[in-house]
């Protein structure tokens, strides 16, 4: 880097010193330059961030507005309560089976569908069932529900001490392999007992489920095999609950969720959530010096960092270090090696959900969703809702920010809107440059007579490193190709 002229630095310091330390006799002048620590890894920064709230409202990152006489319940969602009673299901976060490339997968001439499903009025209800339809159907009412993928206690018929103590099934992916099997992963999710010392730990999960075609239009979850813990954190690279436990837990988010399979070059890897560990940049108020968050320069830096430290968020932003963390599998699926993340959300949220990375025109998509309610950013609402895509030329990035700021969709209606969606997932498309978006509608629990269900699903145009929601493209409830 070029030297610059000692008086030009002196008048730097003393012009920083004079923002960043006012009213804080304590401030050193040197800490206007804060450092520079990339870790070796892409960040989600405050500077591209900052730019969302100006695109919000464009049409091009805007999810459709959908009619809500329209929306259905998903028929097939049916199960019983605990005291065996038939009844409607709420059905959220839901992901296809699909192949290796990340396209949908063809099950002997059926889509499948994984989702999390459970009981409108209790909370801690969450497993995951089976749906399926035939290839060619797209409604609502072709889905069929082969029921809970896992019975009730098979996680305490394995030798895994961390499945012993499994409360809920949360989100995963699903792939179809080689060799024609279906192989799940998921996420395993402890209660939160304290006396336990169980503060709802999650470990990333797999098993092979079993299918069986007891007729020409049925199919059977006829039982698992394999199923085991693959991941719960290393403490370098990504956060374990004993180091969020040993932190301020009543403010802290910790995620450690959402496996996401991928391949590349003949290897097998993991995507998902989480937080970052001690070795590439860890949580706490040393964070907020690190102008690798911030991006935008020297000056963009010193104005941010001021606000941020006279702000409400303050608080939320120190503890705030989300990541997309990536790990490589063996071939029977054990852990292999353990990868510094893909991308990170230090200062800007700790939660970055729903990990989704495929390759398309030989670039890699990383999308990730998120909510206004846990950002530190100005301009951004409580109420906003947010896909985010990062694009790269390699698996392991660096990645950039798709339209400038990482903004893909934005939606911001009330949560007792019956039309409200979340959990937005891009399903790549054997042809084209479209993508489809599915997700669920209608929050939990919510209403009487409207459960969470398939929203309908709708195009986005990829071109690069942008892209746009196609105009007037709303498919179908669930629906996850165009082919």
Do not use: C
């Not at 010193?17 to 870790?39: C, E």
């Not at 029921?147 to 499994?166: M, P, S, W, Y």
């Not at 075609?213 to 059977?220: M, V």
């Amino acid at each position: 880097m070029r030297k610059q002229p000692k008086k030009l630095i002196a008048g730097l310091l003393t012009a920083t010193f004079l923002i960043v330390g006012a009213g804080n006799v304590s401030a050193k002048p040197i800490d206007a330059f804060g450092k520079n620590q990339t870790y070796g890894v892409s960040h989600i920064t405050r500077y591209d961030m900052s730019k969302i709230p100006d695109q919000q409202g464009n049409e091009r990152f805007e999810v459709p507005q959908f009619d809500e006489s329209t929306i259905e319940n998903l028929p097939s969602a049916v199960g019983k309560d605990k005291d065996g009673n038939e009844i409607d299901l709420d059905v959220w976060d839901s992901w296809p089976l699909q192949n290796a490339d990340g396209t949908v997968a063809n099950y002997k001439g059926y889509n499948i569908v994984f989702a999390l499903a459970g009981d409108p009025n209790v909370g801690s209800d969450t497993f995951i069932y089976l749906f399926y339809q035939k290839k060619g159907d797209t409604s609502i009412d072709s889905w069929k529900n082969a029921g809970r993928v896992f019975q009730a206690d098979d996680h305490l018929k394995t030798n895994d001490e961390i499945l012993k103590n499994q409360a809920e099934e949360w989100s995963g992916s699903a792939t179809l392999t080689s060799d024609g099997k279906v192989r799940l992963f998921y996420t395993n999710r402890h209660p939160w007992d304290e006396g336990k010392k169980l503060y709802g730990k999650q470990t990333l999960t797999t098993a092979q489920i079993n299918l069986s075609q007891p007729d020409a239009t049925t199919l059977k979850v006829d039982g698992i095999e394999d199923l085991k813990s693959i991941f719960d954190g290393d403490g370098k690279y990504y956060q374990t609950v004993d180091q969020f436990v040993a932190g301020d837990k009543g403010a802290d988010n910790h995620t450690l969720r959402d496996p996401h399979y991928v391949e590349d070059k003949g290897h097998k890897y993991l995507v998902f959530e989480a937080n970052t560990g001690t070795k590439v940049g860890y949580q706490g108020d040393n964070q907020l010096d690190n102008r690798a968050y911030y991006g935008g320069g020297l000056r963009y830096f010193q104005k941010e960092r001021k606000a941020l430290l006279e702000s409400p968020k303050k608080n939320l932003a120190s503890l705030a270090n989300g990541a997309l963390g990536i790990i490589e599998l063996n071939n029977d699926y054990t852990l292999k090696k353990v990868m510094k993340p893909l991308i990170t959300s230090n200062t800007v949220t700790d939660e970055i959900e729903r990990a989704n990375l495929f390759k398309k025109n030989g670039k890699w998509y990383l999308f990730t969703d998120s909510r206004g309610a846990k950002m530190t950013i100005d301009g951004i609402g409580d109420k906003d809702i947010y896909m985010l895509g990062y694009v790269s030329n390699s698996l392991t990035g660096t990645y950039r920010p798709m339209n400038g700021s990482g903004l893909v969709l934005h939606m911001d209606l009330d949560t007792d809107d019956i039309t409200w969606n979340y959990s937005h997932f891009a399903v790549p498309q054997k042809r084209g440059n479209n993508v489809v978006i599915t997700s669920y509608m209608t929050n939990r629990g919510t209403f009487d007579d409207q459960h969470s269900t398939f929203a309908p699903s709708f195009l986005v145009k990829l071109q690069g490193s942008r892209s746009s929601v196609v105009p007037d493209s709303t498919l179908d409830q669930g629906q996850l190709t165009i082919d």
